[in-house]
């Protein structure tokens, strides 16, 4: 540091957060990152949360099997409640795996130094939270062992798939978002898995690593061809994002039903899949770089700047829950009316003002600087974040079934414990899947930071 | 079968971004043809220093997002108005708007796939073994070390000559490359 | 690319004025088409199977008798059923959310749930705005008492878990009917067709028939003032129609 730079604890200084610490160099930060993989012995801490995660996974996998074998009658889903627990966990989650696409897509094409450190992390937990999202709309149908209909093969019936279904959209967008997402993560690791290789400790991490690097020898012709390819997989990422919670928006708009059927539905899903995956992001990025020592690398300035993505995507999605009570109101119909007077009266209203609590007015509290930049104020924060959303899916998909177009049809959707323990056994497969990736493979994308730290050494002998 | 060790070429270790792209030019000025660099990231410029030309991966991705989405198309116009068309709900059969997202996600998918698998075929990758990984200090090229390598194709090759070219570059260890 | 027509349009009428509420359409048509009792337990928890309900709608213009006047009260109120059967809507938006072709339109105009490719999505359920169809949660049938067996239609597939099902306007009376008319070599007469809801009815309020005959009590039905479609609005252009009913109380009988 220079004379001239202002001093540590003064205002302008917080303002010059430093995407990367100061005082790394290549090796640093290649150690750093491959230690935690290849050197760091598994603490007590690491075992107790694994084993408990397993524990819940076992618990997800008894209550698939219990429902394989009664039926779907275990959830509280009847008629005209035909959707409950399932869709709205379904979109939960995929929701939340938006925002590691958007990182490493659309903040690469933007050009933000300040993805680097978190794309990595970002977009496991992209894969592992579409993977959770999957085991849904397999599991909730009335046969699952038949789901494969919904694929386009020629079938002994002679039939196709009804593609003007917006479940078929879904199978279409779902598949593609996992396989454009898995395709993106493995490109960006490849040069990290050789570098790992190439450190490896043990004959059994060199086989590994040597083989899931394919050979990646850091040639430049090669690179040339990769930055190529990565540039593209980002522009295509970037629409793929948009159109995929779009297309999962549309198995509501498309419908009939009033409080589905609103134009509002696939913007307001897209911003609201950025503010909870940005939500957990940050659930995952504050401990993960306490318990490793990542804080050179996960700066304030990332935990700021998710924050305030966070506040932004959450303004538009209360702009969303406005102009869904405008447009109901405006448009006169009988039944959209009804649906939103009824999200404000009906027996499920403590669920709609959970939501606007959760979603709308505590997240403004990250207007304040103090706030956005207390650690523990935005973990708590992600997490009442995550539980908002989690909510607005289920005030959307179960509040307007049970209360449609005729009177005499109206339910009541009561959740099971069989509701409960699938939901929480997939955050449990969630939880463990993070647990191994943090173990397996470099949880910050290492190249990228050593561009990050040829960057700011080309930055400090500008300023000299 | 003769196990007879090969020289591949020479290569020399750097240590920062300005250094290689220094070397690489006055390697290039220098009438090398045959020359590879290896950094522990992408470094902008440096393969074009070297004679690299054009690269098909945004081709190759135009034609997989192409294929991708007239497949798309194709495959539900004709399942849904041809092989077997189906009165559902008195919609068209053509419903073009609603095969839109479909159409859609496969140009993606076609493209994206192309994108990787294309990259990785034109890199000729997998391929596990190379050259130069006999060199030990190679494993500082994933690290924090940049090295440039004159193949022995090059018509210009020649061992004396070229490492001490090389030297001449101030290229911290310069070490023989050989095929085993 | 062969379009396949036919010269029946199958439309049902019901008579709003003649419907007492007394539900032998309901159980008709559980009987005719193996519908399962599903228990107390399963009711309470909205999963009834019936295919065809009959609502209730209460008319009250105060809320307490007046016994001066006939006027209907919160305590004494007008009641008016409507048997609620699938509408087979021509624009069913039901047919449109299937991912699978599991419930299609034939050319008679009937909304055709296919049993054996149905996978159990319930998007049909939640797209159907008159919320007749059913799902079978679990197992609802008994497999396994033989006197059972005997009880039930062998003419209409016995529903396993995990599909949907809805009222088919009798199909397989349709069927049979046209079979034997085929074997004749002459077209089916109106009231050859009886559904199983429509036999029951004391009062006949239920009439199904082919709308396209001008001549058939259906079409003439139809053409009546009183005819409406529920939910008009919403243009499914339900097949299932109902005749308004109208109350006109001679006021010198009531003050007695």
């Known amino acids: ?464 | 079968m003769e196990q007879r060790s090969q020289l591949y070429g020479v290569m020399g270790e750097f240590d920062t971004p300005e250094q290689i792209m220094a070397a690489a030019r006055k390697t290039h000025e220098a009438g090398y043809k045959r020359v590879t660099a290896y950094t522990p990231f992408p470094i902008e410029g440096l393969a074009e220093a070297i004679g690299f030309k054009w690269t098909a991966v945004p081709l190759l991705t135009m034609i997989g997002g192409l294929g991708g989405g007239l497949t798309g198309f194709a495959m539900q116009y004709w399942m849904m108005a041809v092989s077997y068309p189906l009165n559902i709900g008195g919609r068209p059969l053509n419903s073009w708007p609603a095969f839109i997202p479909v159409t859609f996600e496969l140009t993606i998918l076609g493209a994206a796939s192309f994108a990787v698998f294309g990259m990785l075929a034109l890199n000729k990758l997998p391929e596990p073994y190379h050259p130069v990984f006999n060199v030990d200090r190679f494993a500082h090229a994933s690290t924090d070390k940049f090295f440039l390598c004159i193949e022995a194709r090059d018509p210009k090759f020649n061992l004396a000559e070229t490492a001490r070219f090389l030297r001449g570059l101030n290229a911290q260890h310069v070490s023989e490359v050989k095929d085993e | 690319m062969e379009k396949l027509t036919s010269p029946y349009k199958w439309g049902m009428v019901i008579d709003l004025d003649r419907c007492t509420g007394c539900g032998a359409c309901v159980v008709a048509c559980q009987a005719e088409n193996n519908i399962p009792v599903v228990g107390k337990d399963q009711v309470m928890r909205g999963r009834e199977m019936h295919w065809i309900r009959v609502d209730r709608y209460y008319h009250a213009e105060s809320a307490t008798n007046d016994a001066s006047t006939y006027s209907p009260s919160l305590d004494n109120p007008e009641t008016f059923f409507q048997p609620v059967p699938c509408m087979q809507c021509e624009n069913a938006p039901c047919e449109q959310v299937c991912p699978v072709d599991a419930t299609v339109h034939s050319a008679e105009g009937l909304n055709d749930m296919v049993y054996n490719r149905c996978i159990g999505t319930r998007y049909c359920s939640n797209n159907c705005p008159y919320k007749v169809r059913r799902f079978n949660f679990l197992r609802f049938q008994d497999w396994d008492t033989p006197q059972l067996k005997l009880m039930r239609n062998p003419e209409v597939t016995v529903r396993s878990r995990g599909v949907m099902e809805k009222c088919t306007y009798c199909v397989q009376r349709i069927n049979n009917v046209r079979i034997d008319a085929e074997k004749q070599n002459r077209p089916i007469r109106d009231a050859e067709i009886v559904t199983a809801c429509e036999s029951a009815c004391p009062s006949e309020a239920i009439v199904f028939g082919n709308a396209n005959d001008p001549s058939s009590r259906v079409a003439k039905l139809k053409a009546q003032q009183r005819n409406y479609s529920i939910l008009a609005e919403i243009n499914a252009r339900p097949r299932t129609t109902y005749l308004a009913a109208v109350r006109n109380p001679n006021a010198e009988l009531e003050k007695a």
């Not at chain 1, 990595?120 to 038949?146: D, K, N, Q, S, Y």
């Open chain 1, 1 to 464: 540091m220079s004379a001239s730079e202002p001093p540590v604890n003064s205002p302008d200084l917080r303002r010059l957060d430093p995407v990367l610490a100061p005082g790394h160099t290549y090796a640093s930060v290649t150690d750093k990152i491959a230690a935690v993989v290849l050197t760091r012995p598994l603490g007590i801490g690491w075992l107790a949360g694994f084993t408990v995660a397993f524990g819940v996974v076992m618990v997800l996998f008894a209550s698939l099997a219990w429902l394989i074998i009664k039926g779907v009658g275990i959830w509280g889903i009847n008629v005209p409640i035909g959707w409950g627990f399932a869709i709205v966990n379904f979109v939960w989650w995929i929701g939340i795996g938006h925002a590691g696409t958007l990182i490493s897509a659309i903040l690469f094409l933007l050009n933000q130094k300040w993805r680097t450190s978190i794309n990595r992390f970002a977009e496991a937990m992209t894969l592992f939270a579409v993977a959770c999202a999957g085991i849904f709309p397999l599991i909730h149908t009335g046969r699952p062992w038949m789901a494969f209909y919904m694929f386009p093969y020629p079938s002994t019936m002679g039939v196709w798939p009804q593609f003007r279904s917006p479940l078929i959209w879904d199978v279409f967008a779902v598949s593609t978002y996992g396989t454009v997402s898995l395709l993106f993560w493995f490109v960006g690791l490849l040069p990290d898995l050789a570098t790992l290789r190439d450190r490896a400790k043990t004959r059994t991490q060199q086989v590994i690593y040597g083989a899931l690097s394919l050979g990646w020898r850091n040639s430049a012709h090669h690179w040339h061809r990769y930055q190529s390819a990565y540039l593209l997989l980002a522009g295509l990422a970037t629409p793929l994002v948009l159109s995929v919670h779009t297309v999962v928006s549309f198995d509501f708009s498309v419908a009939i039903v009033p409080g589905w059927h609103t134009t509002i539905f696939p913007p307001y899903f897209v911003a609201g899949a950025i503010y909870s995956g940005f939500a957990m992001v940050l659930t995952l990025a504050i401990p993960l770089r306490k318990v490793y020592g990542l804080e050179d690398f996960i700066t304030m300035r990332h935990l700021e700047n998710m924050a305030k993505v966070m506040l932004a995507t959450g303004l538009i999605v209360a702009y969303g829950y406005f102009v869904e009570f405008f447009m109901a109101f405006y448009s006169g119909n009988k039944f959209d009316v009804f649906l939103a007077t009824q999200r404000l009266h009906g027996p499920y209203s403590h669920f709609y003002f959970a939501l606007i609590l959760c979603n709308i007015l505590t997240p403004q509290l990250l207007w304040f600087e103090k706030v956005r930049r207390n650690v523990v104020a935005l973990f708590l924060m992600s997490l009442v974040i995550n539980t908002g959303m989690w909510l607005e899916r289920f005030v959307i998909v179960v509040i307007s079934l049970t209360r449609d177009f005729m009177p005499s049809a109206w339910g009541r959707y009561s959740a099971t414990f069989w509701d409960y323990s699938t939901f929480v056994g997939t955050l449990g497969l969630f939880v463990m899947l993070i647990f191994l990736f943090v173990r397996g493979l470099p949880a910050i994308a290492i190249s990228e930071m050593r561009e990050l730290v040829a960057h700011q050494s080309n930055g400090k002998k500008e300023n000299e």
